[in-house]
């Protein structure tokens, strides 16, 4: 597979707090990148995308923040509430020179977010 | 809109039989699906890509005559794991993509466990 099999990196806030959650990616090429949550026993939820030609992008409560000179994606996430406790993905679309047209995402280690009451 | 579905979401099987998973793209036509797998506290792998009529394409390391993969429809995809063993006991998940764009819409994830 092409994403790393690694053991998942934990962050602990309290709730109420602002969460940032940081992804490094490899591939200068990719163009588009998702920020995905996932709860315990369920598939990915999408939260919010970028291109590559953004730097930031605001959704509900969410930033994403794009830094391709050091190719540095984070996710903020204000006021940190109890049901934001999940593991948070970022991925990134790459081209490969024998994908064609399937454009897979490459998928980044994940981290649990963990929110204290 | 862009539901997924999947079907179990959870299924036990004997080490030797084989298993299928469905999923389907509920309000949507999707051209291309993915299959990945994810075991516990790990990112989610990408097993193989399948466009609608034609043959899945299996990342490497994957086996295509274990997990035979069938995009029959532009709303279904199935994957069906032969001769399970317990090491392919995981978490299963399918994604659809529409015809345009770039965006996944993934399933709930079937849990598999081969005893």
């Known amino acids: 597979g092409e994403s790393v099999g690694l053991h998942l990196p934990t962050l602990s806030v309290q709730e109420g707090d602002n969460s940032i959650i940081n992804c490094a990616y490899s591939n200068s090429a990719s163009d588009y990148f998702i920020w995905y949550k996932q709860e315990s026993g369920k598939g990915p939820q999408f939260i919010i995308d970028i291109r590559s030609n953004m730097d930031k992008r605001q959704g509900q409560r969410v930033t994403v923040l794009l830094n391709k000179t050091v190719k540095h994606l984070s996710l903020q996430i204000a006021a940190t509430q109890p049901g934001d406790s999940a593991v948070y993905f970022c991925?990134?679309?790459?081209?490969?020179?024998?994908?064609?047209?399937?454009?897979?995402?490459?998928w980044g280690l994940g981290t649990s977010l963990a929110v204290n009451p | 809109g862009a539901v997924v579905s999947q079907h179990p979401s959870w299924v036990i099987c004997k080490s030797g039989t084989s298993v299928k998973i469905e999923c389907r793209s509920l309000?949507?036509?999707?051209?291309?699906m993915f299959w990945y797998r994810q075991f516990p506290k790990q990112s989610l792998m990408l097993m193989a890509t399948?466009?609608?009529?034609?043959?899945?394409?299996?990342e490497q390391g994957v086996e295509k005559d274990k997990f035979l993969i069938n995009h029959a429809s532009l709303t279904l995809s199935t994957l069906t794991v032969t001769s399970a063993h317990p090491e392919d006991s995981s978490f299963y998940i399918c994604s659809a993509r529409k015809r345009e764009g770039y965006e996944q819409y993934f399933g709930p994830g079937t849990r598999l466990t081969v005893t």
């Open positions: 309000d949507f036509q999707a051209t291309t």
């Open positions: 991925a990134e679309i790459t081209h490969r020179l024998n994908a064609g047209n399937n454009r897979k995402l490459i």
């Open positions: 399948s466009n609608e009529g034609s043959k899945a394409t299996y």
